[in-house]
């Protein structure tokens, strides 16, 4: 089955788009990348997307533009990586304008509909409503593909995934699906991409490569002082997002990041993640022999540098090491989520998200869907 992933996270740096090879195998996938790319927004969509989130006010009429307009550009990313190769479906996550798991609300734009008529395919979408309405936090999902994908017979693992916001997935050796353990750490590189666009002036949006952070010194007490933060102690299964770590985060540690040069602002925000990430594996997977990463924060080398001085003699490695591009692991994982999609079969992890029970995720923007159907049974009996 040929499929196509496509999503954008909480850090708004494009639109991420697999083409994706899936061989289902038992309970699990044989899942490859074909093609990869991550592509800009189209001028201005950024910003306004922004302007939809917290704390700002918009209008319905602004979310439904802005719906129109994400469709075409998820469609356009993955007309992008599709080429001249004929696909099966896509899966499209969406953006996130607003995520709050306690009340088991959350919200995804992003018209599917478009996407199907453009590429004249199904569309898979709308991942997270299956497990909020369960009583879960729609989040985090991709544990449940990296259990599918990561886990071992012979050793614990742990998987993070450092975007927008950092998540840990625990995978003990053999562990069943309710083994699991999954949540959201905490911040990835949101407060890093927004304190160097600030202090900027909108002339840097992220530290590349961590150039910058490489040039300044850990603030010890500013550091202590943002570990204070409330969600750092929460138990898990817990889950977060802009409307914690965002403008929220920035306002109440303003005067604690104003005393700090552009330099040493990077350095410390890239050892709070650090910190939260080391923090969370050393609690929730104490046995862990090994931590596979992903997400454009595996870029930043000082964050990853600090995060492996904490875990000590554990080894940090990337996705890269089991053969998935560690930038397209989250486009991947949402491949595989559609095809669970159109099979009906669960692909939440309660003890990850809280849900009351296992669900099938996504709805389904259907096209000549019973072909479909028909080719995934012969699939998945071979």
Excluded at 47 to 70: I, K, T, V, Y
Excluded at 88 to 114: E, L, N, V, Y
Excluded at 357 to 370: C, K, N, Q, S, W
């Amino acid at each position: 089955m040929l499929a196509i992933g496509v999503m954008s996270g909480t850090s708004l740096d494009g639109i991420d788009a697999a083409l994706v090879e899936l061989f289902p195998q038992g309970n699990g996938y044989d899942a490859r990348v074909l093609r990869f790319a991550t592509l800009a927004f189209p001028a201005g969509l950024r910003e306004e997307l922004l302007s939809l989130m917290p704390p700002n006010l918009a209008q319905a009429g602004d979310f439904a533009r802005l719906h129109h307009a994400l469709g075409v550009a998820f469609a356009s990313a993955a007309e992008h990586v599709r080429g001249d190769t004929a696909v099966d479906f896509i899966a499209s996550h969406g953006q996130t304008i607003f995520h709050d798991g306690q009340s088991h609300c959350t919200w995804q734009i992003g018209d599917p509909f478009i996407v199907r008529e453009r590429l004249g395919v199904s569309v898979c979408y709308d991942f997270r409503s299956g497990d909020t309405a369960s009583s879960g936090y729609g989040a985090p999902l991709v544990p449940y593909i990296d259990w599918l994908l990561l886990r071992s017979d012979e050793e614990s693992r742990v998987a993070v995934n450092i975007g927008g916001i950092a998540n840990v997935t625990s995978l003990p050796r053999a562990a069943q699906r309710d083994d699991v353990v999954a949540f959201d750490a905490g911040p990835g590189v949101m407060l890093l991409d927004a304190f160097i666009h600030e202090r900027t002036n909108g002339a840097r949006r992220y530290d590349h490569d961590g150039q910058v952070a490489r040039r300044g010194v850990v603030h010890a007490q500013a550091l202590a002082t943002m570990l204070g933060h409330p969600y750092f102690s929460r138990s898990a299964p817990k889950t977060t997002g802009r409307e914690q770590f965002g403008e929220a985060f920035r306002r109440s540690y303003e005067a604690v990041l104003r005393q700090l040069t552009l330099e040493d602002g990077c350095a410390t925000l890239a050892a709070l993640t650090a910190t939260v990430v080391a923090d969370a594996i050393q609690r929730y997977a104490p046995g862990a022999r090994r931590v596979i990463c992903s997400g454009g924060g595996i870029h930043h080398a000082p964050l990853m540098q600090m995060l492996q001085e904490r875990l000590h003699e554990v080894p940090v490695e990337t996705t890269m090491a089991f053969g998935i591009d560690p930038d397209a692991k989250e486009a991947l994982a949402f491949a595989v989520l559609g095809y669970e999609t159109l099979r009906g079969r669960t692909a939440n992890i309660p003890t990850a998200t809280g849900a009351q029970r296992a669900v099938p995720l996504g709805a389904i923007a259907p096209l000549d869907l019973h072909v479909l159907r028909k080719k995934m049974e012969i699939e998945c009996r071979e």
